[in-house]
DNA sequence: TCAAAAGTGTTGAGTCTACACCCATGT
DNA sequence: ACATGGGTGTAGACTCAACACTTTTGA
């Protein structure tokens, strides 16, 4: 340490020459994975809604790629950290601010982009239903695409729909020795970029920081159902679980209210809050 | 899609008029922070040898901070992924092929490096004792630092020393939208660049992925006895188990081989695998 | 002989799962 | 009245920490 504080004055020298725009950069994006339960309408009487997991597409208004639904993002700002910039473009794209703003992973491949070398830092974001949208939005055309992904051994499907639009994609799931789950798309050209394996990455994840309920309530309102709470967790993990003993494991996670929720047809529901 | 592909002509042309160059790019590096299992010599009559976690860093041979240790690490090249410049930086660094490289978050403060924007892609490398050290390392001196991370309440105490070299960080972990923990150093000056909060972070990230003791088995050769499995488990978590337990919890994980380990003074000890 | 580590057995506390069962409601 | 979800109780299986105990060795 000492001989390196007798040096400052040369060091002082040294940052004065050096012109960082000698050197090879590359290009630095972020992209957002944001989701989102989307609670499908019918019978409301007796019967609880169903849930269903989304996540933000937007159509994309330049090249490359002009007109595929992509994952929103966008590059990385002179004065902002790589954090900021995934809040700025979630910000700006769903008018919301996201509850919750999780790194998932960093995407280089030197293929990924047909503009050069852009490397990607992929955010994984989750958008409450129950806070209201800023004014102030993007004019992207921007939508909710339900999202199912199943496996069989090795092989996962990633299913993006909304209405008649269809995303499907297929993947590899890899062991490396980089130990975090990874995935190879196999069929190219289902969604841009590498926007598959990035989707895949962030379901991963979201499934596995799910375990402790935590990522769970940034889904909900302040107050909320067990059932409500329960069916975010069947939703996400695409599991079903008894209610039984759901209410007991939570139990210490959670806090009772006073409220109740009345008028569905059966025994009202007491409202809990996060512990 | 359809849409997208009728325009692929259009997308050629506005991909031949794009030049990267005019925006603006950061630089980006990667960081490295090895860790090896380092055996305490001692007694070795009847008596195990103790063990300590270690990381490694090297001293800076240019400004900024010239003379001081540094975590390992280099610029990102043009024609390799982050993992790659990882992988190629420990190797150069360390003279051997890491058993596991793992992703630990990327730092992008605008202030952290003096030579201006400069983002890190910190990675978490594991150096197996057990493996030999290549030729061809790079002539920069490298030491393991012996490491501890102890805490009282969100203050945490990181403490790197090899022989009359002591370097001490005093961090407070943070809880944000972004999950992953994060801490921000308090007395500054202490290690270079943000190293001290990259460190905490690994080591962080470190103990939470032993639990399921997938990382554990890159500490260790191919055949090690329960005591020695054990042993890396205490150190790295820095706690004490009981032997009784532990051989039953990690049954699962282990195969038996029909060796073992004599000449301790003591009942020789069956040598077991990963399964 | 004996200290040290290797390894097995056991007990009691706690947890988890499945399922039976009652409660409260609005149409 | 009754179907539906809200909510509690409980027996048996399973898991886990603590600790007593036996085995094997080399100086």
């Given at each position: 340490m000492e001989d390196y504080k007798s040096q400052l004055s040369d060091e002082k020298a040294f940052l004065s020459g050096?012109?960082?725009?000698e050197y090879d950069r590359p290009s630095v994006t972020t992209d957002i994975v944001a989701f989102r339960i989307r609670t499908e309408d019918g019978d409301t009487y007796r019967h609880n809604s169903k849930n269903s997991l989304s996540v933000l597409l937007v159509k994309r208004g330049e090249y490359p790629f002009k007109g595929a639904w992509a994952l929103p993002g966008g590059f990385l700002r002179k004065t902002e950290t790589v954090e900021e910039c995934a809040y700025r473009e979630i910000k700006e794209e769903t008018g919301v601010l996201p509850v919750s703003l999780m790194p998932v992973g960093v995407f280089s491949q030197l293929d990924r982009d047909p503009r050069g070398r852009i490397i990607s830092n992929a955010y994984l974001s989750i958008i409450s239903d129950f806070i209201k949208p800023e004014a102030g939005t993007d004019a992207v055309e921007a939508r909710w695409f339900n999202l199912s992904f199943d496996y069989e051994g090795d092989i996962y499907n990633l299913k993006l729909s909304d209405d008649d639009i269809v995303i499907s994609v297929k993947l590899k799931r890899l062991k490396t020795i980089f130990k975090k789950t990874d995935f190879e798309v196999m069929?190219?050209?289902?969604?841009?970029?590498d926007h598959g394996r990035i989707i895949a990455t962030a379901i991963t994840l979201l499934r596995d920081s799910s375990k402790d309920y935590d990522l769970i309530f940034d889904f909900l309102p302040e107050k909320f159902t067990l059932t409500a709470f329960q069916s975010v967790v069947e939703t996400i993990m695409n599991i079903s679980l008894t209610p039984a003993n759901f209410r007991r494991k939570v139990s210490e996670f959670v806090e009772e209210t006073d409220e109740f929720v009345t008028g569905a047809g059966h025994r009202p529901a007491k409202l809990f809050k996060r512990k």
């Open positions: 050096y012109n960082i725009e069929d190219k050209n289902s969604l841009v970029f």
